[in-house]
């Protein structure tokens, strides 16, 4: 009898392995009402603890045990939860499900929940770019500096640093190819725009630290961007006093094609500057995307840029007024001579993807990136320095005394070209709940440097250096370089998300490594980062970060700068360079909760990171001059917190708070990096007439500590004082003429139309006086006055912007 009962149960036990083994796989893809993947999404059996998440694009796959009837709640925060009933399931099936949100009208003003952020990449919307009031023309870098962490103290500059890291330290793809700026610009005047035509902008991805090892050799950010994928034929049109741009977008089954041009003209914005003379600045930029498929599995896409930027400048006078009530001074000049610049660059990137099936794809990617610039100018000025008599005596400031008097003259006869050619292998797959995704690049570079470029300068009768025996220039430079390297880099990373009682847990690993010719350098770069969702707390997330991250060093910042017999500085390029290191440590949480009936969002972040081999620089207007060698070593440490929703509702606000410190020791002495802002209150606001929907209003308001400044040839480390506060408010006013529920004006030919708006834009709403840089004015006793750079003063923009 008992050997009986022992085979029973042996053949139950048999029974029920066989039976585990006939599983049936469920798939499938999660998406929302506007048919985007939904991240994070739960699938779940009911009645048991089998479950799983959905990856980054909404897909998942879940194995499902074969019964009568099997019911799969689907469900996420914010999204209301759908049960599917499976009958008798034997075999694999596929099912996509749709999650419509959780509306809540607020006086017909339609309100969700937020986004789930388990990694260091927070996702921005672009739709708050069309009617922000921006100086660089709706820029999406003007929207970057009002988030925690991020600084930019140039109006007329799309350039930003992150967390105490220079201009250069920030790394930037575009369908996910790294895209350059152009090397010689030294002032944001000469700028132009930004390689990201905002027209064409579908989804944005930033890091301020931390991220993952899929993204290259940068020390301090990453910003990723993806273009739109048109639907059928749309455009968009604009036009405003600081240049008009254009875009065209068509879509078939097979075939799509998005197209961009923008010109930009900032004179209107130049003319309130201190120096007075004839601007003509004029930039272009024309892109576009085309794509093709030419089947389910194989996509062939290609991305092109071409940019021409121009700046003519004809100086007349400046006169500058600086100092505090009981030591003012002005700075008198009348200029001759001119100066016109050129940067052209052309870039262009073929992309092949082959989707496998829904887990595998694989994308092979050449591009090709082409600058030529050239810089010259021959601009001499007499100048006056005065100290002001600010007694309440007189009406008007009167001269009190002179400080010095002199003469310059600049000279610059510069050329660069430079390119940058590379060919990418990628790979993404997912194998249960592991999305790996793995790339191997190859790229080379080719530069041709010419510099010629010199400053005399006379103090009093005196030529400047003042020797005994020799006459000198204040100032030389010479370059007469030409170089070309190659770089091969490649990485492996994993992203495995692991449900467990207590949470969600996201963990992502990586290493990432490359190696460069020119100075035979082989770099590692591992990187970690988890996140966590706690299932008695699903409003807060939870994650830390880490990971060595290197600025592999471009051509600049091994520039290194000699004397030869005649003591002329003559450019060397140093092949015993290093790449800088910035070891990352990052811990951050958000936390979603409701307000007065409204969704709301606090981000808080703290971070340190530790800086070694640097290469010192300095930072003058948009130009950093590197030493070229490796000399010192430094920190960056610092807290940004961010209270992001609906201040108003239906319209998304945030305000920003950051602090910061940043340091690094020169020649055994500790002083602060020329990017460090110790505190940067930022707001991002938007508001419209509750009885009157069709007008809008925005404010963008940026209040920053002022920037460490040294003495030039001496260095931060003999002595520097700051810079004043940085502290721009700007506003705009819109108006919808066509669009919204207005029936009326979408008769006839402005059926044709989504919507136009017209708009006034007020820059520096308070006429504050903000300082860039400074000219440095030095007599015949050797004592140095620094003449501040003042930025632009109050000007007004109106704008006209239609879509269809």
Known sequence: MNSKLYILILFLLCGSVLHAQKKVKLSGRVIDANNEGIELASIRIEGTTQGTMTDLKGNYEIYV???????????????????????????????????????????????????????????????????????????????????????????????????????DENIV?????????????????????SFINPDLVGSIGFSSGGYSAEYGDKMSSVLDITYKQPEAFEGAVAASFLGASASVGQSTSKFSQLHGFRFKTNSTLLSSLDTKGEYKPSFFDYQTLIAYKFSPQWKLSFLGNVSNNTYKFTPQERTTKFGTSSNAAQFKVYFDGQEKDKFQSFFGALSLDYFKNKNTAFSLLASAFVTNEIVRYDISGQYWLDELDMSGEVTETEAAGTLGVGTYHEHARNRLNAGVMSIALKGVTRIRQNDIKWGLNYQMEKITDRVREWEMRDSAGYSLPNLEHSLELISNLNSKQDMQTNRISAYVQDTYRLRKDVGLFTFTGGIRASFWDFNKECIVSPRASVGFIPAREERLTLRFATGIYYQAPFYKEFRDTVRDERNNLIVALNRNIKSQRSIHFVLGQDFSFRAVDRPFKFTAELYYKKLDNLIPYEVDNVKIWYSGRNESKGYAAGLDMKLFGQFVPGTDSWLSFSLMKTQEKINGKWVPRPTEQRYSIALFFQDYVPRFPKYKFNLRAIWSDGLPIGAPKLGRQAGYFRTTPYRRV???????????????????????????????????????????????????????????????????????????
Not at 180 to 193: A, F, I, N, W
Not at 739 to 747: F, L, P, Q, S, T
Request: glycine content about 8%; charged content about 20%.
């Open 65 to 167: 045990a074969p019964a009568d009837t099997v019911v799969v709640i689907y469900s996420c925060l914010g999204y209301r939860t759908e049960r599917k009933t499976l009958l008798s399931p034997k075999q694999d099936m596929m099912m996509n499900v749709r999650l419509y949100t959780i509306d809540r009208t607020i006086k017909e003003v339609v309100v969700t929940e937020h986004r789930k952020q388990t990694s260091t990449l927070q996702r921005i919307d672009s739709k708050d770019l069309k009617l922000m009031p921006d100086a660089t023309g709706g820029s999406i870098e003007a929207m970057l500096t009002t988030m925690a962490g991020v600084n930019s103290s140039n109006e007329l500059s799309s350039q930003y640093s992150v967390r105490g890291g220079n201009f």
């Open 730 to 804: 700007d506003i705009g006013a819109s108006r919808l003429l066509v669009g919204g529920e207005d029936r009326i004006m979408r008769r006839g030919f402005f059926r044709h139309f989504k919507s136009i708006w017209i708009g006034l834009d007020i820059f520096n709403l308070l006429n504050i006086s903000n300082v860039n840089s400074y000219y440095w004015v030095t007599d015949v006793y050797s004592n140095q006055y620094a003449v501040p750079n003042y930025l632009t003063m109050r000007q007004f923009n109106l704008r006209l912007s239609a879509e269809f």
């Open 173 to 193: 793809y575009v369908n996910g190819i790294e895209v350059y700026r152009p090397l010689t610009v030294r002032s944001g005047q000469q700028e132009g725009l």
